[in-house]
C-alpha cells in the first residue's frame, strides 16, 4: 500500500507534462500529458453497446486537454464526450494529490446519477491492489467517494442552494449550466466562492436560449479569465449515416460546411436527418457554431438569415485589450479624409448591473471600426472613450445623456474633449419613445442592405436576443442584454442625423446607408 501511495503522490506534480509523440489525428496535438495517459491505461467507460473499455481520448477531448488552463467554459453539441472526459481528468487529479475535494454539479437527480456511476466505474475497474491498498473506500453512497488513506473525496450534487456549502473545493465542474433551476446564478456564486485560488474551474453546457445563466457566461467568459471552448456536432465520429443513394445537390448552407469542415457526405445525410426531425432546435441541440445556436425567444426585430451572413463575413480581431473589453477590427486611418463616430450607451457601472458599451463606426461608410464593452463608472467610462475619441482621429462622440449619460458627459467636459455630438442645443443624444423605434429599425434596414458592416459577435448574438415584446417593444429578451445593439444604432442614427457638430462643422454624408 505505502508504494502504491508514493506511486501516486509522485505522478500528481507531473500530471500536465508532455510525454512524447503519438497517432492522432489532430494537427497540431502530437503529445500526450501524464494526466491523459493514465486516463488511457488506467480509467474504463462504459460505450453505447458492450462491456467497459479503456477510454480512448477523442477529437473533443484532446482539444479541451490542449487549450485548457484553470477556468475554462464549454459550449457544445449533444454528446461529444466532454462531461466524461472532465469527469476523467479531475479523477486522476484527485487521487493524485491528496487531500483533494472534486465536486461535480449536474442539473437533475437523473444526470447527477449518471455522472457519479461514470466516476464509480473509473474506481471499479482500477487494479484491485489498488482498490484495496491506497484508493480503499470508506464511503460510496450519496453520490461521494471518500479515499481515507490519501484524505481525498470525490462529489457528485445537484445544482441547488445547498450544493457546495461549507466546503474547501478544488476541482469544480458545473454540468448542463444552461439547464439548471431559476436561482441557479446564486447556487453558482456559492460554488465559485468555495473553489481555493489554485482551483480549476468547468462550466460546461449545451446551448438552451439566447439569454439566462449560461448564456450570460458564455458573453462575458473573457471579461472574466475564462478560455472558451466550442466543440461542434461532427466533432463526435458516430454523428453519420449510411448512403443508401447518392445524395441529392448541396443546399447553399451544406456547400459551406464542406467547404469550411471539410464535412463527409454521410455527415450531411446524417444532418439533414437531424435538421428534418428537430427542426428550429436542430442548431440548438447539435451545436455548428457559437452564435446562431442560441436561440431567442419571441419575435426578432432583426432579420437572422441577415444576422447569419454578417457572422460568416465578420472580419478577423488585430486586437483585442483588457480581457476582451476593447476589441478592434479595423484601426484608424490617418488622413483629414477619414472621419469616425463613436455611439455611447452608457450604465452605471456596477458588476452585476448592465453594461456600457461604445461603438466605432467610419463615418463615410458605415463600417464598425472597434467596440468597448464592459462594467465601467461614468467617470473610468469617460476616459476611456476619451482614449478611444484621440485614437480615431478626435471622433465624434455620441453619449446618450439619459440616466447615467449626463454624468458621463460632464466627465468629457472636463477632460476638454470637444468634438461631442449636440441635439436640440444640448450635448448627447436622446434616446425617447419618439426615436428609440426610428434608430432600431434603422438599424436593421443597415443590417440587410449591408450585413458586411458589422463584425462583432457580441454585438450580432445581441441582435438574436433582441425581441419584438406583446405590448409591442422592442427590448433585448428576459436576461439578455441590448448595449451593443443601442450603442450602433445611436452612432448609426447620429451619422443619418446631420447636426450637432460642435468643432467641426463638416456635412454629415449619408455614404450607402439604408435611411
Not at 72 to 78: F, G, S
Not at 302 to 310: G, I, K, L, P, R
Not at 452 to 467: A, D, N, Y
Request: charged letters at 25%; a neutral charge; hydrophobic letters at 40%.
Amino acid at each position: 500500500m505505502r508504494r502504491d501511495l508514493c506511486l501516486l503522490e509522485q505522478f500528481g506534480p507531473l500530471l500536465d507534462c508532455r510525454t512524447g509523440s503519438l497517432r492522432i489525428d489532430d494537427p497540431g496535438i502530437t503529445e500526450l500529458t501524464v494526466r491523459d495517459r493514465l486516463i488511457r491505461n488506467l480509467l474504463k467507460i462504459r460505450p453505447k453497446r458492450g462491456w467497459p473499455i479503456f477510454l480512448r481520448l477523442n477529437r473533443a477531448q484532446r482539444e479541451y486537454s490542449a487549450r485548457c488552463g484553470k477556468r475554462n467554459i464549454v459550449l457544445k453539441a449533444r454528446q461529444v464526450g466532454i462531461t466524461t472526459y472532465v469527469a476523467a481528468r479531475f479523477f486522476i487529479q484527485t487521487i493524485t494529490h491528496p487531500g483533494t475535494l472534486t465536486v461535480q454539479v449536474a442539473h437533475s437527480d437523473d444526470s447527477a446519477q449518471v455522472i457519479f456511476n461514470t466516476v464509480h466505474r473509473f474506481w471499479e475497474n482500477l487494479p484491485k491492489a489498488v482498490k484495496a491498498g491506497a484508493l480503499v473506500k470508506s464511503r460510496s453512497n450519496m453520490r461521494q467517494i471518500v479515499f481515507p488513506r490519501i484524505d481525498s473525496e470525490y462529489r457528485v450534487e445537484t445544482a441547488d442552494e445547498n450544493a457546495g456549502r461549507g466546503m474547501t473545493i478544488h476541482n469544480l465542474h458545473c454540468s448542463e449550466v444552461s439547464r439548471w433551476p431559476r436561482d441557479g446564478q446564486e447556487t453558482l456564486a456559492s460554488l465559485r466562492a468555495a473553489v481555493v485560488p489554485d482551483g480549476e474551474i468547468v462550466l460546461e453546457s449545451t446551448p438552451n436560449g439566447a439569454a439566462g445563466l449560461f448564456y450570460e457566461e458564455w458573453q462575458t467568459a473573457e471579461e472574466h479569465g475564462y478560455t472558451k471552448h466550442f466543440f461542434p456536432w461532427w466533432y463526435e465520429p458516430s454523428y453519420r449515416e449510411k448512403l443508401k443513394k447518392p445524395l441529392e445537390p448541396f443546399s447553399d448552407e451544406e456547400r459551406e460546411l464542406v467547404a469550411q469542415y471539410g464535412l463527409l457526405d454521410e455527415q450531411i445525410a446524417w444532418r439533414r436527418t437531424r435538421w428534418q426531425v428537430l427542426r428550429d432546435l436542430a442548431s440548438q441541440e447539435y451545436a455548428e457554431d457559437p452564435v446562431s445556436c442560441f436561440l431567442a425567444s419571441g419575435e426578432c426585430v432583426f432579420d437572422m438569415a441577415a444576422v447569419d451572413q454578417a457572422v460568416a463575413r465578420a472580419g478577423k480581431v488585430v486586437e483585442s485589450q483588457d480581457n476582451g473589453r476593447q476589441t478592434v477590427w479595423f484601426p484608424a486611418n490617418r488622413g483629414e479624409q477619414w472621419q469616425y463616430i463613436i455611439g455611447v450607451d452608457t450604465a452605471g457601472g456596477g458588476s452585476e448591473g448592465d453594461y456600457a458599451c461604445a461603438q466605432v463606426i467610419e463615418r463615410k461608410m458605415g463600417l464598425q471600426c472597434s467596440e468597448l464593452h464592459g462594467h465601467f463608472p461614468p467617470f473610468e467610462l469617460a476616459k476611456r472613450i476619451v482614449n478611444l475619441g484621440r485614437m480615431y482621429n478626435d471622433a465624434l462622440i455620441a453619449v446618450e445623456r439619459n440616466n447615467h449619460g449626463y454624468g458621463v458627459l460632464a466627465h468629457l467636459r472636463d477632460m476638454h474633449y470637444e468634438n461631442l455630438f449636440e441635439q436640440g442645443g444640448q450635448l448627447g443624444w436622446l434616446t425617447s419613445a419618439a426615436s428609440r423605434p426610428a434608430m432600431i429599425e434603422n438599424l436593421a434596414a443597415v443590417l440587410v442592405a449591408q450585413p458586411e458592416l458589422f463584425h462583432s459577435l457580441r454585438l450580432l448574438g445581441e441582435m438574436r436576443t433582441f425581441v419584438r415584446r406583446a405590448d409591442g417593444n422592442a427590448a433585448a429578451a428576459e436576461g439578455a442584454h441590448d448595449d451593443c445593439v443601442m450603442a450602433l444604432a445611436i452612432a448609426l442614427a447620429v451619422r443619418r442625423e446631420d447636426a450637432g457638430r460642435v468643432v467641426r462643422k463638416r456635412p454629415l454624408e449619408l455614404g450607402c446607408l439604408v435611411v
